[in-house]
T-cell receptor, first 116, second 112 residues
Framework: NAGVMQNPRHLVRRRGQEARLRCSPM?????VYWYRQLPEEGLKFMVY????????ESGMPKERFSAEFPKEGPSILRIQQVVRGDSAAYFC??????????????FGPGTRLTVL | KQEVTQIPAALSVPEGENLVLNCSFT??????LQWFRQDPGKGLTSLLL?????REQTSGRLNASLDKSSGRSTLYIAASQPGDSATYLC???????????FGTGTKLQVIP
């Protein structure tokens, strides 16, 4: 069973471009979580999605950021008109359920976004 | 709102020393607490997961304890090695679903 996969692992964008980060959850997992780690800071929750639904986006910046988890295919975190402050490591995690008392989240290797 | 704090922020010890990393959380209503290791520029490696009903978990030279009532967890590393040098993160899983709150980490350096 392959782990959580993220691609690309490294992404370089110029200011004003769009960044698309992909996350394929573990097989059988229908819950996906995105986290952002700014330089020298801890990981911060961004958004929690189930298939075709956004459950909690309280950690997402109000503008330029969006996330989706379609019925088929990976979850996508999209950042429009990137700015230098978006440079960070973006981690995706998945779980088989939302039951924290029995299940845990499994993390992907992350995508490191650099905005020039 | 859950807040997770890790002390110290950085720690440097000679090889072979036993050490303790501390993690505190403000909301004791957690489902589990997890310790991760992160190497520079790398992803997260899960070390130990303690469910809310458990008091401790052990894996090799690592032992993690959990005291929900006091809002604390510790990660004990025995006989430290240079390969243990990394940033250690604790994460509290709380809320109606799996909303994980991370601490800011302890950066450990083990000197040969």
């Amino acid at each position: 069973n392959a782990g959580v996969m993220q691609n690309p692992r490294h992404l370089v964008r110029r200011r004003g471009q769009e960044a698309r980060l992909r996350c394929s959850p573990m097989k059988g997992h229908s819950h996906v979580y995105w986290y952002r780690q700014l330089p020298e800071e801890g990981l911060k929750f961004m958004v929690y999605l189930q298939k075709e639904n956004i459950i909690d986006e309280s950690g997402m910046p109000k503008e330029r950021f969006s996330a989706e988890f379609p019925k088929e295919g990976p979850s996508i975190l999209r950042i429009q008109q990137v700015v230098r402050g978006d440079s960070a490591a973006y981690f995706c995690a998945s779980s088989p359920s939302s039951r924290g008392e029995t299940d845990t989240q499994y993390f992907g290797p992350g995508t490191r976004l650099t905005v020039l | 709102k859950q807040e997770v704090t890790q002390i110290p922020a950085a720690l440097s010890v000679p090889e072979g020393e036993n050490l303790v990393l501390n993690c505190s959380f403000t909301d004791s209503a957690i489902y589990n607490l997890q310790w991760f290791r992160q190497d520079p520029g790398k992803g997260l490696t899960s070390l130990l997961l303690i469910q809310s009903s458990q008091r401790e978990q052990t894996s090799g030279r690592l032992n993690a304890s959990l005291d929900k009532s006091s809002g604390r967890s510790t990660l004990y590393i025995a006989a430290s090695q240079p390969g243990d040098s990394a940033t250690y993160l604790c994460a509290a899983n709380s809320g109606g679903y799996q909303k994980v709150t991370f601490g800011t980490g302890t950066k450990l350096q083990v000197i040969p």
